[in-house]
Nanobody, 116 residues
Framework: QVQLVESGGGVVQPGESLNLSCVIS????????LGWYRRMPGENRRDLVA????????NVDDSVKGRFTISRDNAKNTMSLQMDNLKPEDTALYCC?????????WGQGTQVTVSP
């Protein structure tokens, strides 16, 4: 069983930075997708922010290109999202997500609020 636990969210002002961390428990060997998603206020779906895809491809949403950086530390079983130059429109619940074989896994999310 895979578990994903996020941390690092908070309330910041526009232009500031946050670093989110996702601790991964269980095996995600052979994952199809591993990355960060966000649920915007008033929305039910989780939108892709940045993710590692099978085949070594990194997918990053246009809205965060140049500002957000996704990374992994396999030895520590963690995944991070460095968020720079945050904007109010980045306000969302940020979640880890992974698809392993036929199963999909989600973390509970960490709230990021960007407000003046």
């Amino acid at each position: 069983q895979v578990q994903l636990v996020e941390s690092g969210g908070g309330v910041v002002q526009p232009g500031e930075s946050l670093n989110l961390s996702c601790v991964i428990s269980g095996s995600i060997d052979g994952f199809t997708v591993l990355g960060w998603y966000r649920r915007m206020p008033g929305e039910n779906r989780r939108d892709l922010v940045a993710a590692f895809l099978s085949g070594g491809v990194i997918n990053v949403d246009d809205s965060v290109k140049g500002r957000f950086t996704i990374s992994r530390d396999n030895a520590k079983n963690t995944m991070s999202l460095q968020m720079d130059n945050l904007k109010p429109e980045d306000t969302a619940l940020y979640c880890c997500g992974a698809r392993v074989s036929k199963n999909a896994y989600w973390g509970q999310g960490t709230q990021v609020t960007v407000s003046p």
